[in-house]
């Protein structure tokens, strides 16, 4: 409701009556809301920092600038070369940019910036620094666009369109997947997740935004030249993101008006007030983005949105998957059936032997203990089976099948799922929508179905899921929750949901009950207990003695990345060696 009255206002400005200024200033920031809105998928989303989008934006209105002038060709084609383009381009880029971190990614973003830049201002087919003339006005069914008062509809139409688009994208699957990018790929990849396949979509995702805002932008000034696809107007698109909200869809639209509005305001009264002409208006921006991100890291919009809700209900998902099929199930293995078999498993971390050839295995409907003093090697170990490290040596077995050496994400496919040493959930989710991220291999739906919400059935299967999975471990009234607002204890056991959401034949719980009072302690031995008679197995890295004597079948115990024994809760209890390990011997 309240985006069509949005969409009904922004219609009504061009006839109202209000000055040509204004509809030309609103054109402007719909074009470059467009780009914020790639950067806010990139940047926001992602964790992906990008200086460059403005190269995009020129590969796109140079594309349709040059096509429509020297060979005539019609707008509404031109922009399908000029996404062929854009794709190839932001796949090369891709393949050698985002396989960097850290600081390394930003600055390559500046170098591609700089050169696709320089690139076109050298070529002598595009005008070199003059740029292209004459850029033909587009028609649309015979109506002629060249006014900023009938351009100002496409503009918006697009910009709206690309928004509800990725609004819609973010509730998805695929969205979920994106938003996992940005707490690291480990808990992702283990949850089947290709991260580096996702970082190339959003990566292109936000190029192809930033073309469609360089053809639009090309046919609106009916020239094109270089300056506005330099790497500082990169830098302000990034500015805009930040300064509206880069988490939000719709800060990307009030960072846009803002520094628009801001910049041409600076522009005449700085002058005035220093006495000489200059760029003055960026020491302004600096300061602000300092100020902002030290008071407002989130950006203006949450304040918006806090302002907004005193009149606007607050939104709640929709419990529309009652009625939902149930999600298709992997074969279950027979009980006793060999599941996992950890054959001499090693690792080096160069001198250090962190794991020295450790050997156990796993039946189908036992629940295995792994044990051991601090820094005997139990998480390495469990890393080493669920593809996180890679082996030194050895072998891992899982239902028959060699997994050793494959990523965690293969193995994920293969049926096996994990919790972490310290919790790994995206916070900005809500407790429904972390658990429902574990069957992200169970579901199929890609980025074109999510941003035409085609994917609604899937959906509501996927959260039928995920309920019942918070359901087992008693975590139903907490299901909209916002994740970052749990204790320690309720994030574990939202962990623990999450990994039984992928459907595994094996669990792998990483002391899942660090952090639980005892009721909850209590109340997870149950659901383990549960989760055995139906047939799941179980592997459990503990340091709580009781929780893992009364629950387990078997334990081994480690030492040094050694195997010290392996025996029955009893046999464990009762050795001199166990005890020696954990408690030192007299001399």
Same mark, same amino acid.
């Given at each position: 409701?309240?985006?069509?009255?949005?969409?009904?206002?922004?219609?009504?400005?061009?006839?109202?009556?209000?000055?040509?200024?204004?509809?030309?200033?609103?054109?402007?920031?719909?074009?470059?809301?467009?780009?914020?809105?790639?950067?806010?998928?990139?940047?926001?989303?992602?964790?992906?920092?990008?200086?460059?989008?403005?190269?995009?934006?020129?590969?796109?209105?140079?594309?349709?600038?040059?096509?429509?002038?020297?060979?005539?060709?019609?707008?509404?084609?031109?922009?399908?070369?000029?996404?062929?383009?854009?794709?190839?381009?932001?796949?090369?880029?891709?393949?050698?940019?985002?396989?960097?971190?850290?600081?390394?990614?930003?600055?390559?973003?500046?170098?591609?910036?700089?050169?696709?830049?320089?690139?076109?201002?050298?070529?002598?087919?595009?005008?070199?620094?003059?740029?292209?003339?004459?850029?033909?006005?587009?028609?649309?069914?015979?109506?002629?666009?060249?006014?900023?008062?009938?351009?100002?509809?496409?503009?918006?139409?697009?910009?709206?369109?690309?928004?509800?688009?990725?609004?819609?994208?973010?509730?998805?699957?695929?969205?979920?997947?994106?938003?996992?990018?940005?707490?690291?790929?480990?808990?992702?990849?283990?949850?089947?997740?290709?991260?580096?396949?996702?970082?190339?979509?959003?990566?292109?995702?936000?190029?192809?935004?930033?073309?469609?805002?360089?053809?639009?932008?090309?046919?609106?000034?009916?020239?094109?030249?270089?300056?506005?696809? &330099?790497?500082?107007?990169?830098?302000?698109?990034?500015?805009?993101?930040?300064?509206?909200?880069?988490?939000?869809?719709?800060?990307?639209?009030?960072?846009?008006?803002?520094?628009?509005?801001?910049?041409?305001?600076?522009?005449?009264?700085?002058?005035?007030?220093?006495?000489?002409?200059?760029?003055?208006?960026?020491?302004?921006?600096?300061?602000?983005?300092?100020?902002?991100?030290?008071?407002?890291?989130?950006?203006?919009?949450?304040?918006?949105?806090?302002?907004?809700?005193?009149?606007?209900?607050?939104?709640?998902?929709?419990?529309?998957?009652?009625?939902?099929?149930?999600?298709?199930?992997?074969?279950?293995?027979?009980?006793?059936?060999?599941?996992?078999?950890?054959?001499?498993?090693?690792?080096?971390?160069?001198?250090?032997?962190?794991?020295?050839?450790?050997?156990?295995?796993?039946?189908?409907?036992?629940?295995?203990?792994?044990?051991?003093?601090?820094?005997?090697?139990?998480?390495?170990?469990?890393?080493?089976?669920?593809?996180?490290?890679?082996?030194?040596?050895?072998?891992?077995?899982?239902?028959?099948?060699?997994?050793?050496?494959?990523?965690?994400?293969?193995?994920?496919?293969?049926?096996?799922?994990?919790?972490?040493?310290?919790?790994?959930?995206?916070?900005?989710?809500?407790?429904?929508?972390?658990?429902?991220?574990?069957?992200?291999?169970?579901?199929?739906?890609?980025?074109?179905? &999510?941003?035409?919400?085609?994917?609604?059935?899937?959906?509501?299967?996927?959260?039928?899921?995920?309920?019942?999975?918070?359901?087992?471990?008693?975590?139903?009234?907490?299901?909209?929750?916002?994740?970052?607002?749990?204790?320690?204890?309720?994030?574990?056991?939202?962990?623990?949901?999450?990994?039984?959401?992928?459907?595994?034949?094996?669990?792998?719980?990483?002391?899942?009950?660090?952090?639980?009072?005892?009721?909850?302690?209590?109340?997870?031995?149950?659901?383990?207990?549960?989760?055995?008679?139906?047939?799941?197995?179980?592997?459990?890295?503990?340091?709580?003695?009781?929780?893992?004597?009364?629950?387990?079948?078997?334990?081994?115990?480690?030492?040094?990345?050694?195997?010290?024994?392996?025996?029955?809760?009893?046999?464990?209890? &009762?050795?001199?060696?166990?005890?020696?390990?954990?408690?030192?011997?007299?001399?």
């Amino acid at each position: 409701m309240v985006l069509a009255g949005v969409a009904a206002l922004l219609a009504l400005l061009p006839i109202a009556g209000v000055p040509e200024f204004w509809i030309t200033q609103l054109n402007y920031i719909g074009l470059f809301a467009i780009v914020a809105l790639g950067l806010v998928l990139l940047t926001g989303v992602s964790g992906l920092t990008s200086f460059g989008q403005a190269a995009f934006v020129g590969l796109g209105a140079y594309t349709s600038a040059y096509l429509s002038t020297a060979h005539g060709v019609s707008p509404w084609l031109t922009i399908l070369v000029a996404l062929v383009i854009t794709v190839a381009v932001a796949l090369a880029l891709a393949s050698i940019t985002l396989r960097m971190s850290g600081h390394y990614l930003p600055l390559a973003t500046i170098a591609w910036g700089l050169s696709l830049y320089y690139t076109m201002s050298n070529m002598e087919f595009l005008g070199k620094y003059d740029g292209i003339l004459g850029v033909p006005a587009m028609e649309f069914f015979g109506i002629s666009l060249a006014s900023g008062r009938s351009y100002f509809y496409l503009i918006w139409v697009v910009a709206l369109l690309a928004a509800v688009a990725v609004i819609h994208l973010l509730d998805s699957r695929t969205g979920r997947a994106i938003r996992a990018l940005k707490g690291g790929v480990t808990m992702a990849e283990a949850m089947g997740i290709s991260t580096y396949s996702y970082k190339v979509l959003v990566f292109v995702l936000a190029a192809i935004l930033a073309c469609v805002s360089g053809w639009l932008f090309a046919h609106f000034q009916r020239t094109v030249n270089p300056s506005p696809f &330099a790497i500082s107007k990169g830098i302000e698109y990034l500015f805009m993101a930040v300064l509206g909200g880069v988490g939000n869809v719709w800060g990307a639209f009030v960072g846009a008006g803002l520094v628009k509005l801001l910049e041409d305001q600076l522009q005449v009264l700085l002058p005035k007030l220093f006495g000489g002409s200059g760029n003055y208006e960026i020491i302004v921006f600096g300061i602000v983005l300092v100020v902002v991100l030290k008071y407002a890291p989130q950006g203006l919009w949450p304040f918006v949105e806090k302002l907004a809700g005193r009149w606007l209900p607050a939104q709640r998902r929709v419990r529309d998957w009652a009625d939902a099929a149930a999600l298709e199930e992997r074969s279950k293995p027979t009980p006793g059936e060999l599941l996992l078999d950890v054959q001499a498993v090693r690792k080096q971390f160069g001198g250090l032997v962190a794991v020295n050839d450790v050997s156990f295995t796993i039946r189908a409907g036992e629940i295995i203990g792994l044990i051991g003093p601090n820094g005997a090697g139990k998480s390495t170990t469990f890393n080493l089976i669920t593809g996180v490290l890679p082996l030194t040596a050895g072998n891992v077995t899982f239902r028959g099948e060699k997994v050793g050496g494959l990523a965690s994400r293969e193995i994920a496919r293969r049926g096996m799922s994990r919790t972490f040493q310290h919790v790994k959930m995206l916070p900005e989710m809500t407790v429904l929508e972390n658990v429902a991220l574990g069957g992200y291999l169970r579901s199929h739906a890609g980025v074109v179905k &999510a941003m035409l919400r085609l994917d609604r059935d899937e959906e509501r299967r996927l959260f039928k899921e995920a309920e019942r999975q918070l359901e087992r471990i008693g975590m139903k009234d907490q299901m909209h929750e916002l994740a970052g607002n749990l204790a320690l204890g309720p994030a574990r056991l939202m962990e623990i949901a999450r990994a039984l959401c992928t459907d595994p034949a094996l669990l792998l719980l990483d002391e899942p009950a660090a952090g639980l009072r005892h009721k909850e302690k209590q109340a997870l031995s149950t659901v383990l207990r549960q989760l055995k008679a139906e047939g799941l197995s179980i592997l459990l890295v503990e340091h709580d003695m009781d929780f893992v004597m009364n629950l387990t079948d078997r334990i081994t115990v480690m030492e040094f990345g050694t195997k010290l024994i392996e025996g029955t809760p009893e046999e464990v209890q &009762a050795s001199p060696a166990v005890r020696a390990a954990y408690l030192g011997t007299e001399h």
